[in-house]
């Protein structure tokens, strides 16, 4: 797994070239929000549990024939494996945050998953459906630490409902 600095070294160490302009402000850039990124996954962890939760509600009241007779949370087996993936898509969408890299969810959460969840019979519109809740509710509670810009979150919980959402899963 690599940190966004790790990725401009590799990247700049093999074109044999020493850092531009552009990699120094990648690099300030990273730096500088690196308090807000570390903030927001305290806030996660603090409350993991409470979000997954939180968005395992949310999702099944909108979309309730998933917990019904045939649906695919039908089952207390099935629900608790639909909330234990979605604790795994927050667990990894907070590495990719403290990180400021998405190859942490490019090498565990979602290569691989196509086969996955192809085997299961699971769907993909209410698993990105219920990635996106949880970026909500943790865009409010991070919001609620006093923080005025929560827009970083969006990127590793965007990640992965675009990447899923582009495979035919």
Known sequence: MRDAVTSLIKNYDLAGRYFDRNAIDSLKSYFESG???VQAASAINSNAAGIVKQAGAQLFEEQPELIRPGGNAYTTRRYAACLRDMDYYLRYATYALVAGSMDVLDERVLQGLRETYNSLGVPIGPTVRGVQLMKDIVKEQVAGTGATDTSFIDE???????ELSERDV
């Not at 590793?156 to 675009?162: L, Q």
């Open 35 to 37: 308090t807000a990124r």
């Open 156 to 162: 590793p919980f965007d990640y992965i409902t675009r």
